[in-house]
């Protein structure tokens, strides 16, 4: 069946969209009505459901903040329509303008913080789900470090990622430190992947996160992560920090927590983050 039957939508048009290292994505187009669609050739199964749970997760979280979340219109074993965000600038010189103002920069982090708030009894979700294409076991447990350690780095150094000779024994050396170097914290409900390709505005100035691999974690995971390929705007951290400040020596963890990234890009992509990795544990061990 053609994406655009499994729509409903056969006469619509389907306009490629630039972007994403995992999937295709595509505007759907039919009289006045759009979709952002993405699919894929060959996903696990379940992958694209799982991103539609997590994304009426984190748009009930987020109500009634100032970040949105598109709604699911559509899902099925190899794609995942969404509600099309308005009017947003299609010039990407414009968007990144756009971005880095004031009071978008306020408004994410103000609305990060609220859906930070939602929390659940243990780390972890109510199903494993994925990070791009890689799977991402969510059990049930009790300490920030155990899940980190566990569900986190273990499970991506099961995958067998590309290190450097000796790297395996320095990270399983750094976990077994991790209760010792991270702050317990209430679990809290993350978007998971949150770099600054997964979050946009439209022309009216509201931000909007997409892509997710929810669950419940701590926090500064999610912080950490923004970090990573570039940063957010300086004003989104200060708003941050005022509506749910971070406990102190956050800065001195971020590369701590960004040892999962690191590891999911290692098994995706290889190159150097595996190395990146490495120079982390060898700080710790």
């Not at 998971?192 to 929810?214: F, M």
């Not at 951290?237 to 800065?251: H, I, S, T, V």
Request: proline share 9%; with cysteine; hydrophobic share 45%.
């Amino acid at each position: 069946m053609s994406l655009l039957a499994a729509l409903g939508m056969p006469n619509a048009s389907l306009v490629p969209i630039a972007g994403g290292d995992i999937n295709q994505a595509f505007r759907v187009e039919h009289g006045d009505k759009r979709l952002f669609v993405k699919t894929h050739h060959a996903p696990p199964a379940g992958m694209f459901a799982a991103e539609a749970r997590a994304l009426e997760a984190l748009a009930e979280a987020a109500e009634p903040g100032p970040i949105c979340v598109p709604s699911v219109i559509s899902v099925g074993p190899r794609h995942l329509a969404l509600e099309w965000i308005g009017d947003r600038p299609i010039d990407p010189q414009a968007n990144l303008a756009h971005r880095s103002t004031g009071r978008v920069a306020v408004d994410l982090g103000v609305g990060l913080a609220a859906i930070h708030r939602r929390t659940a009894p243990s780390f972890g979700w109510s199903e494993a789900n994925w990070i791009g294409t890689l799977p991402q076991p969510n059990p049930s447990l009790t300490g920030a470090a155990e899940f980190f350690a566990e569900a986190r780095i273990q499970a991506q150094l099961a995958l067998g990622p590309q290190l450097p000779r000796g790297a395996r024994g320095r990270l399983d050396q750094l976990c077994a430190r991790l209760p010792d170097l991270l702050p317990d914290e209430p679990p809290a409900l993350l978007h998971g992947d949150l770099w600054g390709g997964n979050w946009t505005t439209d022309a009216s100035g509201r931000p909007w996160l997409y892509d997710p691999a929810s669950y419940f974690g701590h926090r500064e995971a999610d912080l950490a992560m923004t970090r990573l390929f570039g940063g957010f705007p300086s004003d989104f951290y200060a708003a941050y920090n005022e509506a749910l400040p971070l406990q102190p020596g956050f800065d001195e963890r971020v590369d701590l927590w960004n040892l999962y990234p690191l590891l999911v890009h290692a098994n995706l992509f290889g190159g150097g983050y595996g190395s990146q990795a490495d120079a982390i544990a060898r700080r710790y061990v």
